[in-house]
Structure formats: structure tokens, C-alpha cells
């Protein structure tokens, strides 16, 4: 036997040297004659077929375990969360209506009337008033946005005019309404606490001052009326949230303390939805698409004006306690990304127009429902047809 080839093969990365070993064969050994000329052709056919066996047993020796160099510049921003690590729910449901972060608004409401009570020596009557309008301006900045926490403050402007041109006014809150107005401008916050991954508890605070005032004639600050509310809750899913709460609002007019109750919800569908926080508010949602919102409910609006400070009858003035509920139908849609514009219209039902005199203390009282403190003056604000127009930044 006789070395008469030999090659090197990879394995695992380390080249080998493999020696192949063949028989130096005899043309008698198998039969054959010594070779002649005429044989030749035999000859070389017989070489052609080694040549290929040699070279199928060479590549069939090739090892095949070899792979090729991972790439692993895929795994850069691949972590590993930490297994300790708390998770908290976050605020929203799926769909929920966008929340407004800045928020420029105008408010019309139509012809309406009002009918006053006696007011000391004044009589009773009738006013009537074309139109009333105004500014609606506020804002919502998160101050701190983290999984574990999430805090905003805000301010708000509300401004409304009444249009009594044509007639002539009939006591001195119908005068001041038509050449005054009424205006409210406040400061709230609100703080989201995530307890873990389905409790939660949310704070809010106000804190308004709403009187006969333009800014050249300032109601003092110690007229600032405050509200507040907590709520206990729990995020059972990506689709629903509920909570209950307790608030000191000013919303029905004059200062309450009632239970809240909150609940955001969307259907399996998607296409429908709740968003209540009653009973400020309560509505339906219908989600026509991603940047297309319809609701359908009612809000609750109101709080405590000091008006008429000077007058000779109570230099201190009075309390008007207004509120008014507005059932409505509201159109949402974005008009350039994160820029959404607000479009609402419906019925605003007159709840609350009546006076309180706080002579000769001057204090805040409660009287909720159920107290028998009687009004300075007993009004019924009539309901009419209203719209809202608003351009709002709302929060991704």
C-alpha cells in the first residue's frame, strides 16, 4: 500500500491533515492484460472515473458542523427586565377620548330668559336676554410624568357675556349681568397615584375665583371658592377602570359634598365605550376611528360668583349660585396630528340662579341638599340651544 493523495480539511475551526491511502493496483490484479497501445482509451477512461471517486470522497470528508458567524449587533437593545421590579397601571384605557392639554375655546348659547324673585325692596320681573357668549381658555401641563406617579396643574379661563341689548334691565343682577358679565379664573391640579398594577387613587384640586369682575376691577382673592376630590380605584384591564370617590365641589351652585363615581370603559369591539366621572359628567363614546370621536351624555357646570360688591343695600355683595347642566353631543377629530378640534352642541338646562347674602359675616356656609337656609333671592334661569367650538393640543 502506498500514499498517493492526501488534502486538508477544516473541523471545528482547526485545520487537519487527512492522508488517503489506495493500492498501487495491477492491470492483472483485476483481470486486465499488461496494457498496449490499442488500449489505451481503456486506459484513460479508467483514470477519469478514479479522479471522480477521489474527489466525491473529498468533499464527502468535508466537515458540515461549520455555521456561520452570528451577528450579534441584533441584540443591542435586547435587556433583561428586572424581576423584582414594581409595575403600576397607567391612567388610560384603550380609545379614551383625548386628554387636552392646551385648549382654545368659544362658547355661544342662545336667546333665553330669566325670571327674578324679590330682592329686598325690589320687585320681582322678567329679563330677557338675546345671546350669551365667551372665551373658554385652559391648560394642562404634566409636571411630572413617571410610571409610578403622574402630576399636572392647570389654570382656566371662562369668560361669559350676556347680549340684553333691547331691553331695558328690571334689578341690579340683571344690570350687572348685561354690563359686567360673569368670569371665573383658576388654578387646578390633579395627581395620579398608581398603588401597583391595578390600584390607583387620583387627587384633584381648584381653586376659582368667580365674580362680576373684569381684570381693571378685580374681585379680592379672599373670595376664592375651592373644590376637591379623591378617588379609590381599580384598573381591571386595558379596557376598564373604575373608582370611588367623595369631592367638595361648587358644580350645582353652591357648595356640596357628594360621592363621586368613575368609570371608563371600552367594549371588546372598540367601537363603543363609556367615560363617566359622575355626576359631573357622564357619556357615551363612539369610536368612528383613530382621529374620529364621537360622545353623546351630559356635563354638569356651575359655581359661586360674588357679584354686586358696593351696593348700597349689602356693600359685601351677594353669592350667585349658577349651575346649569348641558346634555349634548359632542364631535372630536384631529386636524393635524396632536392638534384636535372639539365640536359640540345640545341643550343647556338652567339648574341654579339663585342669591345667597353672607351680611353681616361674610363666611361660607354649607348647606347641601338637605338644609332649609333660605335664598337673598330665589331665580329660575330659562334653558335654550347651545354650541362650543374649541382648537385643543391634546397629549399623545
Known sequence: MEEIGSEKITAGGMMVSSVIFFPRLKPWAIGLKPWAPEQKPYLFGSAFILMLFLSSVSMAQTDTTITEEEDFSMYENLYFADAGAKRFCTPKVFDLSPAKLISFGYDHQGAFGIDYDTLGAVSSGHGHFNSASGLRLGANIPVISKTNIVWQLGVNYVRTSFDGRGTTAINVLDSTLRNNGLTTAGLNTTIFKPLGEENFIIAQGAADLSGDYHFDNFTPLKYMRYSAAIIFGKKKSD???????????YRAGDLNYIPVILLNWTAPSRKWGVEMLAPARVHIRKTLSARNILLFGYELEGNSYRVLRGEATNPLGYELRRSELRFRAVW???????IWMSLQAGYRYGYSFNMDSFAPSDKEFFRGFLGDQPFAQENEFKGTWYAQLSVNLVSP
Not at 379596557?239 to 365641589?249: A, E, N, P, Q, V
Open 239 to 249: 379596557r376598564k377602570m373604575i373608582g370611588f370617590g367623595l369631592s367638595r365641589t
Open 332 to 338: 372630536e377629530t384631529s386636524m393635524y396630528q396632536f
